[in-house]
């Protein structure tokens, strides 16, 4: 019998094989997919989460766990799917434009999905017109932008200034990347700013529950 804290443990160390393993056998012990996302896969990336907001482990391990959960997430999202399961809310995640930087992006991508989030990934390199048509299309309830040089920084300011002057009053704007700060995002209009993927998590529910 494969448990679900198992399964945590095998995600959060990163061992994708193991993590599939077990989460094929608790859906062949009959439970329900909604239920390893939530009990197994979400616990074990907020264990690495945390451990990486505390400089306990670095980019690479996060990077192998949101891998093994990625691979779980493979087998459960057409589950899900079929049993009418859609996510609570829905985000638009890109590095600005000018910017080709994406290995923080697609940590918090794959830890906001892990929190039932629908993720509309733009990829790098992304205009302010680009986010605003993708928040507008998919109803998002928020928008992530990402940037790691300061030259970018900018882009996030226009995307931001685009975004409002879509209309899009209610969807949340959050920021984040190695130059970015709290005083940024409160400069440049954002609705919240986060340092780590982990915390990144956090405020988005936050913000999409506001």
């Keep these: 019998m494969s448990t679900l804290s198992e399964l945590s443990v095998a995600v959060e160390a990163g061992k994708r094989n193991d993590a ?3 989460t094929q056998a608790l859906l062949d012990q009959g439970m329900k997919p909604l239920d390893v996302v ?7 990336m907020s264990a690495i989460g945390e451990k990486f907001k505390n400089n306990e482990v670095f980019v690479p391990e996060m990077l192998i766990a949101a891998r093994a959960m990625k691979e779980c997430m493979a087998i459960l999202e057409p589950l899900l799917a ?4 859609k996510p609570k809310f829905t985000a638009v995640i890109g590095t600005v434009q000018g910017d080709l930087h994406d290995i923080g992006k697609n940590l918090v991508a794959m830890m906001l999905k892990g929190a039932n989030f629908g993720i509309v990934d733009l990829g790098t390199n992304v205009p302010p017109e680009k986010f605003v048509a993708a928040a507008q299309e998919n109803g998002a309830h928020l928008v992530c932008l ?5 030259t970018t920084m900018p ?3 226009t995307t931001v200034e685009a975004i409002k002057a879509a209309g899009l009053t209610s969807v949340k704007i959050m920021v984040g990347g190695a130059p970015v700060t709290q005083d940024y995002a409160h400069e440049i209009g954002a609705d919240g700013y986060s340092p780590d993927a982990a915390s990144a998590v956090d405020l ?3 913000l999409a529950e506001a």
Excluded: Y
Aim: charged content about 10%.
């Design 155 to 157: 882009a996030m300011k």
């Design 204 to 206: 988005a529910l936050t």
């Design 20 to 22: 599939k393993a077990i």
């Design 38 to 44: 939530e009990q197994g896969l979400v616990p074990g």
């Design 146 to 150: 990402s940037a790691l040089l300061t």
């Design 82 to 85: 079929q049993a009418g399961i």
